[in-house]
């Protein structure tokens, strides 16, 4: 209601009432008019002077807090660097005689490591020398992951790699095109070793004394010379992974492989050269094409993967900062042996990264062999759908090598030294990862194998079943026999569902028996059904972790098993290893496959967002993680850094 209208209704109100009365609500309404006017100028001042002072109070906070956290956070940084940068000396630190003069012995009279530099240099150093001695061989998933499982002082604990760090592989292709840095996938071998007050020899292991349970180390020398020398084990591991096989493909001295950083290092500066080669004035139509055609051969993860980061580079940096032309001649081509490229994975996985390759311009070539690599080409054989095979020639700047593993220098020397090792690709193992005829030696990730052969058993099983001993199982028998089998083979268990329907298939005779022949062609088609762990960081992981918690076991009970003469304890007391799948993913392209075997996801963006997650909590440590995430914000705000370094 406004003003004068209340004064117009207290005026007629003001008539019928008493003069007296009058007076008094004359004046009431008079000094509410004064008020009124007195408070309309505060009422009707500007919106935005309010909407000013509320920024400028708001804002005078927000440079007030970043203030102080700046001063705290420089407190913090002064604070920390007056605690760690100071003043440090080493004054007469203990070292066994034998440390800096090792006897030598051996098959080959090498110096014997017996007692290494730092075994003395502390009460707990001095306390751990007398643990029994565990020699690990590698410095990949399946040894950081049982660095990381062992419990500290329980081992004298001595890792041998050729490289003083361990890196995340499953990010070597975007660190091969620069997404991000080759240090944000690296940690230090010795600060992981740290831990469980463990050492660390720089070298290669090449022979293995196994009457003597000594391994020879081969070292070099800052000059280039090479030295050997023996470290002495009570137990091995052997975890130094596998090389990629050549398939008797002539030429492949001109492809890069992915395996290492210094593979991904060398792929960066060939890719960077190429772009830079082709911007040039000089260079041709024809080599400018075949500058820019990149090939790879191998359509599992790692190829796919490279494939995809390659496209990346092209689209987000190449197009912004090189000639378009360029540009335009990329071309990116994938050679598979299968029909589909990631065959591993669900055939819906399998379409969607065919699809999404198809949309991008990235040439497919499925059911092709390689024939050879030359300097500048590539020459495969296709078969087409009438099974014709025909050999095509592709012009290469850059040729990627990723087709399956083959044994490591050391792991095919060791196999040579064991009896009963036939497997082609890695070294046996059993259920328990020990290595077949080698007592106090394991082998873990892409070294190993475990050992799918059934009929290798057969005579031991039936007489360990044949309870009435009369060179028949019948079908109770076959009951224990089975259970005995899921913990030879642990693999075997999802071939032995039905047992009655199994056990009827090979009862040619009908009399409800197994006979000895009737039980080898048995166990021979479940053996045949089996298949083989993958080589992927996800196996060695598990795997290191399982002979982690195993070791871990053996140190607390050790006195027990002594006290009670138990000398298998494998058997007696640690179940056998089973693999828990928990899911495959590869990156496609600003997309993203899972696969968890029942179930698979394939999208875009949040896809992608969700595989960077789970390889960012799997990284190497906390360290690399921050860095991790540091190189994918840089990536996103100022793209891929195209120096060559």
């Known amino acids: 209601m406004s003003l004068s209208r209340c004064l117009r ?37 500007p ?35 007056a605690l760690t940068y100071s003043s440090k000396h080493v004054d007469r630190v203990p070292v066994s005689p034998l440390a800096l003069r090792p006897e030598t012995g051996g098959p080959k009279n090498l110096p014997i490591a017996s007692i290494l530099v730092d075994d003395e240099e502390d009460e707990e150093n001095k306390k751990i020398a007398l643990k029994p001695r565990l020699v690990i061989v590698g410095g990949g998933w399946g040894a950081m992951s049982l660095l990381k499982t062992l419990h500290p002082g329980d081992y004298h604990v001595t890792v041998i790699a050729p490289d003083t760090f361990t890196w995340f592989t499953p990010l070597l292709p975007s660190a091969a095109v620069g997404t991000v840095q080759v240090r944000s996938l690296i940690e230090p071998i010795r ?131 090189y000639p378009k032309l360029c540009r335009e001649e990329v071309s990116i081509s994938i050679i598979q042996s299968r029909d589909h490229i990631l065959n591993t994975y669900t055939e819906h996985i399998s379409n ?64 040579a030294l064991l009896p009963n090792q036939v497997h082609k690709k890695a070294i046996e193992v059993d259920a328990h990862l020990r290595v077949k005829g080698a007592p106090g030696i394991y082998a873990i990730g892409d070294a190993s194998t475990i050992e799918t052969s059934l009929v290798r058993h057969v005579l031991d099983l039936a007489d360990q079943c044949d309870v009435n001993h009369d060179g028949q199982i019948d079908f109770n028998e076959w009951q224990v026999m089975v259970a005995k089998i899921k913990q030879k083979v642990p693999l075997a268990e999802a071939h032995l569902q039905h047992l009655r329907e199994i056990f009827d298939a090979f009862d040619s005779d009908r009399d409800d028996r197994l006979g000895l022949n009737e039980l080898t062609a048995l166990l021979q ?28 076991y053996l140190a607390k009970h050790e006195q027990t098993l002594v006290q009670n003469q138990i000398i298998d304890f494998d058997e007696a007391f640690f179940r056998p290893f089973r693999y828990m799948h928990l899911g495959s993913l590869a990156y496609v392209g600003n997309a993203a496959v899972f696969d968890f075997g029942s179930t698979s996801f394939a999208g875009g963006l949040i896809a992608m967002y969700a595989w960077r997650s789970i390889y960012w909590s799997e990284s190497v440590s906390a360290r690399t993680r921050a860095l991790l995430l540091f190189d994918w914000i840089i990536r996103g705000i100022w793209g891929r850094d195209l120096s060559r370094l």
């Not at 051969?297 to 995809?308: I, M, Q, S, Y």
């Not at 088609?525 to 871990?552: C, E, H, M, W």
Request: positive net charge; charged residues 20%.
């Open 352 to 415: 969607y990264a065919e699809e999404k390759f198809r949309r991008d311009e990235v040439k497919l070539i499925v059911n092709g062999r390689v024939k050879s690599v030359h300097p500048g080409k590539v020459l495969y054989d296709e078969k087409d759908p009438s099974g014709q095979v025909s050999t095509h020639e592709i012009p290469a700047g850059f040729v990627l090598w990723s087709t399956g593993i083959a044994m490591n220098p050391f792991v095919e020397r060791m196999v």
């Open 525 to 552: 088609d479940i053996s045949s059904k089996i298949t083989t762990l993958p080589a992927t960081a996800q196996v060695a992981a598990q795997q290191g972790k399982y002979i982690g918690r195993k070791f871990n």
């Open 47 to 81: 919106l935005y002077l309010r909407r000013t002072f509320l920024i400028f109070k708001w804002s005078a906070y927000l440079v007030a807090s970043t203030a102080v956290g700046l001063l705290t956070t420089g407190a913090v940084i002064l604070g920390h660097d």
């Open 191 to 321: 600060k992981i070793v740290a831990r469980v007050h463990g050492h660390f020899i720089t070298g290669k292991a090449v022979d293995c004394a196994l009457g003597e349970r000594l391994l020879e180390v081969e070292t070099t020398l800052p000059d280039g010379m090479k030295r050997s020398l023996y470290v002495p084990y009570d137990k091995l591991i052997i975890a130094c992974g596998s090389v990629s096989s050549t398939h008797g493909v002539p030429g492949l001295e001109n492809c890069f492989q992915l395996k290492t950083i210094a593979d991904a290092q060398a792929i960066r500066r060939r890719i960077l050269d190429n772009f830079e080669t082709a911007s040039l004035p000089t260079t041709s139509p024809e080599e400018r094409k075949r500058l820019l055609s990149f090939v790879i051969c191998g359509g599992g993860p790692t190829g796919v993967e490279t494939a995809a980061e390659i496209y990346d580079l092209c689209q987000e940096d190449i197009m912004n900062y």
């Open 9 to 45: 209704l207290s005026s007629s109100f003001a008539q019928s009432v008493s003069p007296s009365r009058h007076i008094a609500v004359t004046r009431h309404f008079a000094t509410t008019q004064v008020w009124a006017q007195a408070q309309q100028p505060r009422s009707n001042a």
